[in-house]
Nanobody, 122 residues
Framework: QVQPVESGGGLVQAGGSLRLSCAAS????????MAWYRQAPGKQRELVAAVTTSGSTDYADSVKGRFTISVDIAKNTVYLQMNSLKAEDTAVYYC????????????????WGQGTQVSVSF
């Protein structure tokens, strides 16, 4: 399967907002939960938010109340609206088809796209 393509990153001041987009094939949305992950320099990749095919969502504690994941099935696109951004949100953000395992999520293909860089300045 073709990897999703992330876009929408950029440089923003702390307190600002960005909306990331992830374009994927229709088959992705039909059979997969979709999730956003991020990886900051020197740190492991971590889950940011996930959305299931039924519309249920899950968020990392660090972004609850600030980030919103949503899906536009007609456009085969997953969005991540990020508000009240903090310097610690600086990372490369990736989206991927995902599965839930216990209380966590993972990318079963372990294959990643280019990601999109989000940089938050003080």
């Amino acid at each position: 399967q073709v990897q999703p393509v992330e876009s929408g990153g950029g440089l923003v001041q702390a307190g600002g907002s960005l909306r990331l987009s992830c374009a994927a094939s229709r088959t992705f949305f039909a059979v997969n939960a979709m999730a956003w992950y991020r990886q900051a320099p020197g740190k492991q990749r971590e889950l940011v938010a996930a959305v299931t095919t039924s519309g249920s969502t899950d968020y990392a504690d660090s972004v609850k109340g600030r980030f919103t994941i949503s899906v536009d099935i007609a456009k085969n696109t997953v969005y991540l609206q990020m508000n009240s951004l903090k310097a610690e949100d600086t990372a490369v953000y990736y989206c991927a088809a995902s599965r839930k395992a216990g209380s966590g999520w993972y990318n079963p293909s372990n294959s990643w796209g280019q990601g999109t860089q989000v940089s938050v300045s003080f």
